[in-house]
Every structure is written in structure tokens, then in C-alpha cells.
DNA sequence: ATTTTTTTATTGAACGGTCAATCAACAAAA
DNA sequence: TTTTGTTGATTGACCGTTCAATAAAAAAAT
């Protein structure tokens, strides 16, 4: 069996077994025996290749948010100087690619959250993709809102999009990928046409 | 030491400690000799109280429920039939009420998403939690909107609330409540002035 | 009022079980 | 023969639960 360069092999799929455990049990059960049951592998091999359950961990959030990445710039790739609405709609989109919206990956997304806000690794992850969503919607609404609608419309639209995501791994019935597309798409919308509106600071009307 | 009348104040303090040691290092390593040292008990008094660790668990996510719930009803119990816009920034400000907004609490709401996946017992509290903001805000909303586009205001609304909470956990300046509740206020305001428009079903546009 | 009994509250050591990591041994290709 | 890949039993640490023992208050009996 053993063969040479099996490394990327092994690590591909054991990053997928990876999904699939904790897609069966959830992370706090995805036991390395587990895992390595799914990828039909001894235990022994994940330190091998991974440097222990950690580091596997790490490896398959980094997957995902390499394949979000992927699926972001793709769409934007040939809009070049496009209308701020259609690289807001490839954002959304690209938020909504299948490799983000399957059951497995919903799951494992909502358990590194939750992990994140103890494991600094993941934690250092997690903000830098936070905050590009955040970015690149907020130099889209720049390109046609001033500074501070600019700035309001991106933490909405962010917002949204985490929150219908997360409503939708959530629920019983699963995500509605093109329902929930269309919401953001309203959203830009909304904050595109709005005429620009007196400029309010936090109130407090109850 | 021993009085009687011990339950409720046993049971208050095992689930504030519960929270605490949530906040301090998450879920997974909320051993229950960390959260009974945080009370100031030892071990056993749990599973005399709460009949194990998973219990205590579920007692904890009930009681910030009953916060949430307490929180948003106490804020529309006058409302009577004012407005729908009354009766939503009712609804938002209780979900972003300060019982709410604590750190601890939001590290341990998103502690209990991830496991309510798995845990049939948590699965079912959070989405009768789900359900009821979803409805308080759909028959709002249908008060002057047609239907459709009162459940899409609704779903809407509900994932902006959830997705301002979650970001609002994770970013490192922790949430900025009356921004979120502003831009939650604006999504309303441009629910309820939008004219109402042609009816659009699930498009294609890319 | 005093003693005895019962009830309620609490402790923490012991137990059984689980898990991640390690590493000596093995196997097949280079 | 060397390198690369793989195994899985072993090990040490830790965790939740249990339960016999203890202590104090409350109730009952004297």
C-alpha cells in the first residue's frame, strides 16, 4: 500500500473525515478514532500528518475558509469595474456557494465559532475572514454611499448574511440558499436606491 | 451549614457558575470541578440538584431563555395595539436587552448552538426560541404587509437580530448595542416605508 | 427544656470509562 | 538498504458519577 507523496492525499481526506465526524456527532464527539475511522486510516497517522488533533482542526478550518475565499473571487474575478451592486451580488453569492451551505460544513462552522473564542488559533482565523466580508462590502458601498452609510450598509449587510446562514443551519428545514440570496439582494437594494438620509448618531428612541 | 430552602439558591448559583466558567474557558472545559469550584461547592452538589452535568446544562440554557423571554414581554406588555414599529423595536430591544449582551452569556448562547446539533434536549429549546422571534415578528409585520412580503420582513429581521448578536460575540470590541439596534431599527423603517412592491418569486439573477 | 430521631444538605475519595498521544514494529516502494 | 507510510496496543491524564460518611437543622419525643 504505502506509496510515496501520499501526504496531500491523507490530508485531504482526513480533512473530510473531519467534516463528516463532526457533521455525525458534533465536535466535542469527533474523537480522533472516530475521524480516523471515517477516513479508513489508523489513529497514528493524524499526529503523523498533522501534528495531533489540533492541528487537524486548524487544517480543516483553514479548508473551508480557503474554499470561501475561492468561491468570492471567482465570481468577482471578471466584474472588474462593475457596478458596486454586482460585486455585492458576488459576495452574497459567493457566501452562499455550495461548499459553504452543506449540511457538514454549516455544522463545523457553528462549532469553530464557538471554539474560537478560546483557541487562539482559530480565533485569529476566524477575525481576518470576518473582517474581509466586512471590508470588501464596506469599499463596494463606498464606490456610491458616503463614509458613514457606507460603513452602516456593510455592518447591516454582514449581519445579514452571518445571521441567515446561521438561521439556516439551524433550522430543521435546512438553508433556503436561493431565499436567503434574495434577502440580501434586497438589502443592497434598500441601501443602494434609499435617497441619502440625514445623518443620525445612535439615538435613543424607544 | 445545612439549612433548609437550599434548592433555589443552589440551583441560581450552580447556573451563574455555569456561565462563568463558560465564559472562562468555553464549553468543552467546563468540567463540572471547575464550575463547582466557581460556586464554592464541591462536586456532588450537581448531580444532587441537577441530576448530572447535562442537566445543569439544560437548566442553563432555560434560564436565559426565561431572560429573553422576560426581557421582550416586559417591553411590549404596555404596548397594547400601538403600531407595528412599536411592537418590533419592542422585540428588538429585548433580544439585545442586557441580560443578553453579557459576555458570558453570548459565549454561552453560541456554545449551546453548536451543541444543540447533537443534543436533541437543547435542539428543541432553541428552536421553539427560534420559532416564537420569527412569528412575534411575522404577524407584526402582517399587520400592514401583505403576506409574502411580511414573512420575508420577518425572516429577514430575525436574521439581521441574530447575525448583528453573533458578530457582535465574536469581534474582538465585543457588540455595540445601540448600533445594533439602530441598524436593526432601519431595517424595519425600510420594511414598513418600501412601497410595496411587484411580487418577485425565487430569480436567477447572477 | 432537654434529648432523640428524622430530614435535608454537603462532602470528596474511589471507580469506571474515555481520550489523545506515543512509539516500537512492520510493510512496501524507492 | 534506505526511505516513506502505516499500524494499533499502551500509557498517562482527566472526567462525570456514585455513594458512604458527616454535619447541622428541624421535628418529635421525653
Known sequence: MPKVGMQPIRRRQL???T???IDEVGLADATIARIARHAGVSTGIISHYFD???GLLEATMRHILGDLGSAVSERRRT????PPQAHLHAIIDGNFDRSQTSRSVMKTWLAFWASSMHHTNL???QRVNDRRL???LSSQFRRVLPKRQARDAA??????????????ALAQEGLDVD???QLAYDYVREQLDTPQRTQRRTSDYA
Request: net charge positive.
Open 19 to 21: 467534516l463528516e465526524a
Open 134 to 136: 466586512y471590508s470588501n
Open 179 to 181: 431565499r436567503a440570496r
Open 79 to 82: 466584474l472588474g469595474e462593475a
Open 15 to 17: 480533512i473530510e473525515a
Open 155 to 168: 455592518r447591516g449587510l454582514a449581519a445579514l448574511i452571518d445571521g441567515l446562514w446561521l438561521r439556516g
Open 52 to 54: 495531533g488533533k489540533d
Open 123 to 125: 480565533q485569529r482565523l
